[in-house]
């Protein structure tokens, strides 16, 4: 089945404890891209990949690295969570050529 | 600055009825445009999508109308359904020459709900 996987599924952790949200898909897609999802603002790029070692920001990168040594795999990394990362996130990934994404379930975070 | 803006937060209809959800936009650059569906606890996914060289596009109950003049969209679900009841986006695109695109710009969402 074609499907973008994402684990953890919830997470709750400390304020400056480094974090990592796998993001993997079986689809072959060069694209690949991480959102959250906040009240009242709908979804918001954080960072995208347009293919393997090529990263770029999106709209709210600050606080957050990725990196894309394979093209199946797009991590997310938290370096020094803080409260204001507390959000629900979601990988998507496309082919370069298409225009809409396949999302993943999605991972609630919540920085304490 | 939101390019892409769902003035709506929630509506209601009845089942069997029509349910018209909203979306603005600000970016004249925008040449294509999406919806997709989110249910609680599930990502969003895909429902129908329009090119700007349309203003019209049509699957099964589902109905994409796009004013470019208004920089306006609204997708028409007819008859509208309980399983209909979700969250809709709306999403816009600018398609690069080389036929690739650029990053997808989301709305807020408007959570619809249809009584049964």
Redesign the interface.
């Known amino acids: 089945e074609a499907q973008?996987t994402q684990n953890p599924r919830y997470l709750i952790t400390v304020t400056g404890k480094k974090l990592t949200v796998t993001c993997s898909q079986n689809m072959n897609h060069e694209y690949m891209?991480w959102?959250r999802q906040d009240p009242?603002?709908?979804?918001?790029?954080i960072y995208?990949s347009?293919n393997v070692e090529v990263t770029d920001k999106?709209d709210v990168p600050e606080g957050y690295k990725v990196s894309r040594k394979e093209k199946r795999n797009f991590p997310l990394i938290l370096e020094s969570p803080s409260p204001n990362q507390t959000s629900l996130y979601?990988c998507?990934s496309r082919r370069?050529?298409?225009?809409?994404?396949?999302?993943?379930?999605?991972t609630r975070l919540t920085v304490v | 600055d939101q390019q892409v803006k769902q003035n709506s937060p929630s509506l209601s209809v009845q089942e069997g009825r029509i349910s018209i959800l909203n979306c603005d936009y600000t970016n004249s650059m925008f040449d294509y445009f999406l919806w997709y569906k989110k249910y609680p606890a599930e990502g969003p996914t895909f429902l129908i999508s329009i090119s700007s060289i349309k203003d019209k596009n049509e699957d099964g109950r589902f109905t994409v109308f796009l004013n470019k003049s208004a920089k306006h969209l609204s997708l028409h679900i007819v008859p509208s359904q309980p399983g209909d009841s979700a969250v809709y986006f709306c999403a816009a695109l600018v398609v690069i020459s080389s036929g690739s695109a650029r990053q997808l710009t989301f709305g807020s969402g408007t959570q619809l709900t249809v009584l049964p």
């Open positions: 973008v891209s959102y009242g603002l709908g979804l918001r790029q995208y347009m999106g979601f998507a370069n050529v298409d225009y809409g994404y396949t999302f993943g379930s999605g």
